[in-house]
Structures are given as C-alpha cells and as structure tokens.
Nanobody, 127 residues
Framework: WTQLVESGGGSVQAGGSLRLPCVAS????????VGWFRQVPGKEREAVAT????????YYADSVRDRFTISQDLATNTVYLQMTAAKLEDTAIYFC????????????????????WGQGTQVTVSS
C-alpha cells in the first residue's frame, strides 16, 4: 500500500524558488509514473509535471516549462518539484500523485488516471 507525503510548501516571493519533495512509503513495482498537480479554488486540478520511474522521461505543462524541474531519487523513493522564477499564478495547493502498473506516464497527464494521491501542500507566491 503506497502512500505519498508531500512537504516543502510555504510562501515565496515572485521570482523566488521552492523545492517540494514527495516521499513514497514503498513501491511494489518499478512500473509507475509520479506527477505533480496543482489546484486553486474553483478550478480543476491541473498537471504540472510528470516523471516515469524507468528512464526518467518527463512531461511539463506549458505554464511551467523552463521554470520547474521534476526529478527523482530512487534510493529514497522521493520525487522533487523544483520551482524557480515563481509567479503569482503559481499559487495553489500542490499534490503529488502516482499511477502504478503502467509502461509510461499517461499521455496528457489527466488527473483522473492517477490512482494514488498525497494530501497536498500549499504554495503561496507573493509580490
């Protein structure tokens, strides 16, 4: 039973950086995809970035490409979201999620295709 725990949220000034770790309790398979999503009140949860365990293939939403980096540390079961050049519109609750038993990350990174979720961590970007 894999559980995901996010941390690292908080307040950051526009233009600043923040790193969000997502730690998995265990993995019963090496065929999984981990993604970071975010949500603001009144809007749908949107994909930010994903990474596939085998090979480390990544996907980024257009809104964060070249500013955010997703990476993984297989030794500690941790996936990181490094945020740089933060913008006001990055303010949201950030969730870590996983889809297990797949040969690659779901195309389009639809939140509905991820079956394990963390509790979320708030990120607030201020001017």
């Amino acid at each position: 039973w894999t559980q995901l725990v996010e941390s690292g949220g908080g307040s950051v000034q526009a233009g600043g950086s923040l790193r969000l770790p997502c730690v998995a309790s265990e993995w019963t398979s090496s065929r999984y995809c981990v993604g970071w999503f975010r949500q603001v009140p009144g809007k749908e949860r949107e994909a930010v970035a994903t990474i596939y365990r085998r090979g480390g293939a990544t996907y980024y939403a257009d809104s964060v490409r070249d500013r955010f980096t997703i990476s993984q540390d297989l030794a500690t079961n941790t996936v990181y979201l490094q945020m740089t050049a933060a913008k006001l519109e990055d303010t949201a609750i950030y969730f870590c999620a996983a889809r297990t038993g797949v040969p690659w990350c779901p195309r389009g990174a639809d939140a509905g295709e991820f079956n394990i979720w963390g509790q979320g961590t708030q990120v607030t970007v201020s001017s």
